[in-house]
């Protein structure tokens, strides 16, 4: 699922944000629990996975707060990444590009099924 981890073009839907996110945490715990008892590990290893890992989620959230319609800036806002994890993306094209592919079809979270193609983006009646 870790497709592009150090892009920062495009949007990224909040379930693809969740699922990328956990998956960094689990590799970097899994990383440091192997070579835990290594000199090297600590020395070398471990910095260098928790950087790179810390590089790909600032580009998570980058593109995630794209997928919102926001500046990026606001990540230098504490608690802006709660924020990142329940407020849902915009439902059409919006200046940081089109919608990401998991938002096609999306649940609105009360049951509901929502087909964003269906939705109109333009304003003028029409699909």
């Known amino acids: 699922m ?21 998956i960094l945490c689990l590799i970097c715990l899994l990383v440091n629990a192997m070579f835990e008892e290594y000199a090297i590990g600590s020395t070398i290893i471990n910095p260098v996975t928790w ?8 580009s998570l959230s980058v593109r995630r707060s794209k997928d919102l319609g926001l500046s990026p800036l606001w990540l230098l806002m504490p608690i802006y990444p ?5 407020s849902p993306g915009e439902e059409c094209e919006n200046r940081f590009g089109p919608v990401p592919s998991s938002l096609t079809v999306a649940s609105n979270g009360i049951g509901d099924v929502v087909d964003y193609d269906t939705i109109d983006c333009d304003g003028d009646g029409a699909d």
């Open 82 to 86: 709660l924020l990142l994890l329940v």
């Open 51 to 58: 950087a790179l890992a810390s590089l790909s989620l600032i």
């Open 2 to 22: 870790l497709t592009h981890p150090y892009s920062f073009k495009g949007r990224l839907s909040r379930s693809q944000y969740v699922v990328n996110t956990i």
